[in-house]
């Protein structure tokens, strides 16, 4: 993905720093439905990136390897669904950004979020879980531009930042929405509550990396070489 369509993403992120500054600053405006507001925010900005995703033509091969790879996620979610914190999810999200780029990883997330809470249940949380996997992808897809090889420590230490990154994000959406009163007792309070399970979704993902990384990345690039055109990866 080019610089341009992580425009977007950067002004999430500025909005979503400023919206925090603001509910921790201000009591005046403390009244206001945070939960809500920030869920419109991020639907907002998910179009966005969507949008901004979705501009370039693709063929049925992209679209083939985009829908297997988000099922595939999605039934390893699934899967391991029983297991606390510890699924592959985020490892073949982030992998698959790695070699199709930031696009279709970004793409992937966001359907592996979708697909999977058919089984696993939807509800208000679903966007934000859906944002975190699209973003887990775009990340993938920044750290395997230009490469033609698998970085295996770089890898293995953005798998494991996104476990707790993951966790973070929906730590959030919980204290916007189910806690009083909002400050950063409370914000800290609620991530620290699940240091634990952050902890082993970040060495799950470490995990399933040494594992089946080199494997999977190896048939995935053997994949991309043969049948997608360069302009159709690593963007």
Same mark, same amino acid.
């Given at each position: 993905?080019?610089?341009?369509?992580?425009?977007?993403?950067?002004?999430?992120?500025?909005?979503?720093?400023?919206?925090?500054? %603001? $509910?921790?600053?201000?009591?005046?405006?403390?009244?206001?439905? *945070?939960?809500?507001? @920030? =869920?419109?925010?991020?639907?907002?900005?998910?179009?966005? %990136?969507? *949008? &901004?995703?979705?501009?370039?033509?693709?063929?049925?091969?992209?679209?083939?390897?985009?829908?297997?790879?988000?099922?595939?996620? @999605?039934?390893?979610?699934?899967?391991?669904?029983?297991?606390?914190?510890?699924?592959?999810? $985020?490892?073949?999200?982030? #992998?698959?950004?790695?070699?199709?780029? @930031?696009?279709?990883?970004?793409?992937?997330?966001? #359907? $592996?979020?979708?697909?999977?809470?058919?089984?696993?249940?939807?509800?208000? *949380? =679903? #966007?934000?879980?859906?944002?975190?996997?699209?973003?887990?992808?775009?990340?993938? /897809?920044?750290?395997?531009? /230009?490469?033609?090889?698998?970085?295996?420590?770089?890898? #293995?230490?953005?798998?494991?930042?996104?476990?707790?990154?993951?966790?973070?994000?929906?730590?959030?959406?919980?204290?916007?929405?189910?806690?009083?009163?909002?400050?950063?007792?409370?914000?800290?309070?609620?991530?620290?509550? &699940?240091?634990?399970?952050?902890? %082993?979704?970040?060495? +799950?993902?470490?995990?399933?990396?040494?594992?089946? +990384?080199?494997?999977?990345?190896?048939?995935?690039?053997?994949?991309?070489?043969?049948?997608?055109?360069?302009?159709?990866?690593?963007?």
């Amino acid at each position: 993905m080019a610089r341009k369509s992580l425009i977007p993403l950067i002004m999430l992120g500025v909005i979503a720093a400023a919206s925090l500054w %603001l $509910t921790l600053g201000l009591r005046s405006i403390a009244p206001l439905n *945070w939960g809500l507001a @920030s =869920t419109v925010v991020l639907l907002i900005f998910l179009g966005l %990136l969507m *949008w &901004s995703s979705g501009r370039r033509t693709v063929n049925t091969v992209v679209i083939s390897v985009t829908a297997t790879l988000a099922a595939f996620a @999605s039934l390893g979610r699934i899967v391991f669904a029983a297991a606390a914190s510890v699924q592959p999810a $985020t490892f073949l999200v982030l #992998l698959s950004g790695y070699v199709f780029g @930031s696009r279709i990883g970004f793409i992937i997330g966001i #359907l $592996t979020g979708l697909i999977s809470n058919f089984f696993l249940g939807h509800g208000p *949380w =679903t #966007l934000w879980q859906m944002m975190a996997w699209g973003i887990c992808g775009l990340l993938g /897809g920044a750290l395997g531009r /230009g490469k033609n090889h698998l970085a295996l420590m770089p890898f #293995l230490v953005i798998s494991a930042g996104t476990g707790y990154f993951y966790g973070l994000f929906m730590n959030t959406w919980h204290w916007l929405n189910f806690v009083y009163p909002l400050n950063w007792q409370t914000l800290m309070a609620v991530w620290a509550s &699940s240091f634990i399970f952050d902890t %082993l979704h970040a060495v +799950g993902n470490v995990i399933f990396a040494l594992v089946f +990384g080199p494997t999977f990345f190896n048939y995935l690039v053997r994949y991309r070489n043969r049948f997608l055109p360069a302009d159709d990866h690593l963007a």
